[in-house]
């Protein structure tokens, strides 16, 4: 029963994003657009502005628009996560989530349904994402072999997942606490900012303030943007005048701390699933 139920919340989210033409295009079709026109753009900009740095000896230089490909990815992973509650309140307005509050499913099987559904959505989009961003000339898995970038694109879709979880449980347990979707989305607009623009999701960290860079590495963004340049860029490269050296111990490290968000995120909400009342 609860492996039906669980499977049947996620398969009718799914259904729910593929049959609504609108909101199935524009997620699919504006993360291309932002890599396109902010990439594009930006890119020029940055590149004409680091042309004098002299490159380091031996380290590969790689231009903006492949550095930011990450970011972006990242960044539509955040959006998609902390928008992904607001299937609750829509339940909740429509009088749904009261009859699945009555059945015998369990809740933390509404949570995981519902979870697992952002992150199939998380995952759509990051590989347009990856696709698009190779073909407007983003240098991603350069010098990769077949197999390398193979086990690349599962590595970057392992941190994508378990970031989503995160954002996701989170959004979860703020949905099922509110009553609209306008609640939603001031509260989500609050939050994205900070999380974005307080990343290396867009530029390197060490130039910020030393309370910003405190802050970015407690971002969980920081950590899901660091895996993916891991595995799309490698572990030693140049960037806008700064190189970036990853060992394997801090890509472990920066999928614990991803991991251990996630399940602080499920505690919270469980919580307050089950002391949520549905009228």
């Known amino acids: 029963m609860m492996h039906t139920g669980f499977f049947t919340i996620y398969r009718r989210d799914m259904i729910r994003f593929i049959r609504f033409k609108t909101l199935l295009i524009s997620s699919l079709v504006q993360p291309a657009l932002w890599m396109a026109f902010f990439g594009i753009a930006m890119s020029a900009s940055f590149n004409r502005l680091t042309a004098e740095i002299p490159p380091l000896p031996g380290v590969p230089t790689v231009d903006y628009l492949t550095f930011m490909a990450a970011g972006v990815i990242a960044m539509t992973t955040l959006f998609t996560s902390l928008f992904g509650g607001i299937t609750i309140l829509f339940d909740k307005n429509w009088g749904l989530m009261r009859e699945i509050f009555a059945s015998p499913l369990p809740r933390n099987q509404i949570i995981f349904g519902i979870a697992l559904s952002g ?93 910003l860079q405190a802050v970015s590495l407690a971002n969980p963004l920081t950590y899901l943007v660091t895996g993916i340049r891991y595995f799309a860029i490698g572990d030693n490269f140049q960037a806008m005048g700064t190189q ?14 991803l991991a251990g968000f996630a399940v602080m995120m499920f505690g919270l909400a469980w919580w307050r699933f089950q002391k949520a009342v549905v009228t």
């Open 119 to 211: 992150m199939t959505k998380s995952f759509i989009q990051a590989g347009i994402i990856m696709a698009f961003a190779l073909l407007i000339g983003a240098d991603l898995f350069a010098g990769f072999t077949p197999a390398g970038t193979v086990f690349a694109i599962l590595g970057i879709l392992l941190f994508v997942g378990v970031f989503s979880l995160g954002f996701l449980f989170l959004s979860a347990a703020i949905s099922i606490s509110l009553e609209s979707p306008e609640g939603l989305q001031g509260i989500i607009t609050l939050l994205t900012m900070p999380i974005f623009f307080a990343s290396n999701a867009l530029y390197p960290i060490n130039a910020f303030p030393p309370v």
């Open 244 to 257: 970036y050296t990853v060992t394997p111990s801090a890509i472990g490290f920066a999928f614990l701390f």
